[in-house]
């Protein structure tokens, strides 16, 4: 399967391009909702960093 990834500013138009290849059949994942994100401390104990939950990106691949 090939993983594509769709990033960009607010209001770019991420989520309508997402909701037109789910509508022609694709499977898509938006990771702003559902819990694909965590926030990771920072080394520096300084507040923490949003990132995306690598596992959980991996299985919604499926078996390569």
């Known amino acids: 399967m090939v993983a594509i990834?769709?990033?960009g500013m607010s209001?770019?138009?991420k989520?309508?391009?997402l909701a037109e290849?789910?509508?022609r059949g694709h499977q898509v994942?938006?990771?702003d909702y559902g819990g694909?994100?965590?926030d990771v401390p920072l080394p520096d104990g300084r507040g923490s960093?949003?990132?995306w939950r690598e596992d959980r990106i991996d299985a919604s691949r499926g078996p390569s």
């Open 5 to 7: 990834l769709v990033t």
């Open 11 to 13: 209001g770019t138009g």
């Open 15 to 17: 989520s309508a391009v």
């Open 21 to 23: 290849l789910g509508r």
């Open 29 to 31: 994942v938006d990771t």
């Open 36 to 38: 694909w994100i965590e």
């Open 49 to 51: 960093e949003p990132l």
